[in-house]
C-alpha cells in the first residue's frame, strides 16, 4: 500500500529543521485539510502535541508527519515538497486528487 504522504528530501530536512528549533513537547508536524479559500478546501499544518487516536501515522526520512482522519481520503498520493524562493518559502502539496486549484495556490477542489 502506498502511503497517504510522500516526503520530498527538502520537506523532511525542513520539517527537522523545524523541529530541531521549537520546544521539545511537538511531536511531529500535522496535515490537514479544512473547508475554505476561494477553490472550496486548503492544507493546514501545525505543530503535532499529542497522538489524535484517529490520526494516520507517516514515518518518512526521520520526521512523523501526522494526518488528520478527514483529510486521508482527499491526500492519498500526495508529494509534500519544501519550496524556497527569493522572496518566500512554503510546504507545497502536489496532490493528484485536486481537479483544480485557485491562483493563489492557497486552495483546492477535488
Given amino acids: 500500500m502506498n502511503p497517504i504522504i510522500k ?3 527538502n520537506a ?5 529543521e523545524i523541529m530541531s528549533g521549537i520546544e521539545s513537547s511537538s511531536i511531529g508536524v500535522r496535515v490537514a485539510v479544512k ?3 476561494c477553490a472550496g478546501m486548503s492544507y493546514v499544518m501545525e505543530y503535532a502535541k499529542e497522538v489524535n487516536p484517529t490520526d ?3 514515518e518518512d526520512k526521520g520526521v512523523k508527519v501526522f494526518v488528520d482522519a478527514g483529510a486521508v481520503m482527499y491526500l492519498l498520493g500526495t508529494e509534500m ?3 524556497k524562493e527569493d522572496f518566500s518559502s512554503s510546504f507545497v502539496f502536489n496532490n493528484p486528487n485536486e481537479s483544480e486549484r485557485c491562483g493563489c495556490g492557497e486552495s483546492f477542489k477535488v
Fill in 7 to 9: 516526503l520530498s528530501d
Fill in 12 to 16: 523532511a530536512s525542513r520539517i527537522k
Fill in 35 to 37: 473547508s475554505g479559500g
Fill in 56 to 58: 494516520e501515522i507517516i
Fill in 81 to 83: 515538497d519544501y519550496k
